[in-house]
């Protein structure tokens, strides 16, 4: 706005010094026409070029001190958006790292024990196929991940898990004693042992990398039995070692 303003004036300055120049010319040259006898004419003072330069060169000093300015105003703005642009991503920055924090701190404390008869003594088993077992007696459960209505464990967040199992049973000559430590479907590892009299235990664990939904249970080896009473024989553990 500041230069068409300018421009506008110099050009008003212009087209008014042409303008009388020209009419003052012409009343002369009507006033000559007519005769000296008749008319006196005054002689009119013309425009000094010297002064309307002088104007000029005041108002294009004023332009370039105006352009200059400007242009200043230009590269400041510049610089307070970079550096707004920088605070706007350390501040994202900063909430993703406290949300981050929020959220390990709210599921990092995970762990349970649980053992496979709810109340009395016996053994579960023998089944012809393999079998979900649900520790139904739980002993710790921080941050209920572990289900002890269907035996599984839910992973609460991503991260590194240890898990054990220690199955117990009383020997004998036709039936085994084992179970499956399952992921999502999958054996991982296997707690087993055969003797045929006797008291015989056997112990297995693992660490996995769940993913936040992620199922962990016990299978029963097909044709085994497992044992357990009020001294909790067999169980099933899990903790979360740390989140990724």
């Known amino acids: 706005m500041e230069r068409v303003s300018v421009l506008h004036v110099l050009l008003l300055l212009l087209l008014c010094s042409l303008s009388g120049a020209e009419l003052q010319d ?7 026409q007519v005769g000296p006898e008749s008319v006196n004419v005054p002689e009119q003072p013309q425009p000094c070029p010297s002064d309307l330069h002088a104007v000029l ?24 958006e970079a550096k707004l642009g920088e605070q706007e991503a350390k501040l994202g920055a900063l909430e993703m790292k406290t949300n981050d924090v929020d959220s ?33 007696f739980v002993i710790t459960n921080i941050g209920n991940a572990y289900n002890p209505d269907s035996g599984f464990f839910t992973a609460p967040v991503r991260g590194a898990y240890h898990f ?17 430590l399952v992921k999502n479907g999958g054996n991982i590892c296997i707690a087993y042992e055969h003797q045929t009299n006797g008291w015989g235990k056997s112990s297995n664990g693992a660490t996995l990398l769940l ?7 016990v299978r029963q080896h ?14 099933f ?3 979360l070692l740390f989140t990724m």
């Open 104 to 136: 390990r701190q709210q599921v990092g404390q995970v762990a349970f024990s649980a053992s496979l008869l709810a109340s009395g003594s016996g053994n579960t088993g023998p089944f012809n196929t393999q079998v979900p077992l649900t520790f139904r």
């Open 211 to 217: 993913e936040a939904g992620d199922i962990v249970f």
């Open 164 to 180: 054990e199992l220690h199955i117990g049973a009383h020997g004998s000559s036709s039936h085994a004693s084992g179970a499956y």
């Open 237 to 239: 553990s899990g903790r």
């Open 57 to 80: 060169r005041d108002m294009s000093a004023a332009l370039a001190e105006h352009r200059v300015r400007i242009e200043q105003l230009h590269a400041l703005n510049q610089e307070q």
């Open 26 to 32: 012409n009343e002369i040259s009507e006033q000559r």
């Open 222 to 235: 097909q044709n085994s039995i497992i044992f357990d009473n009020v001294n909790h024989h067999s169980t």
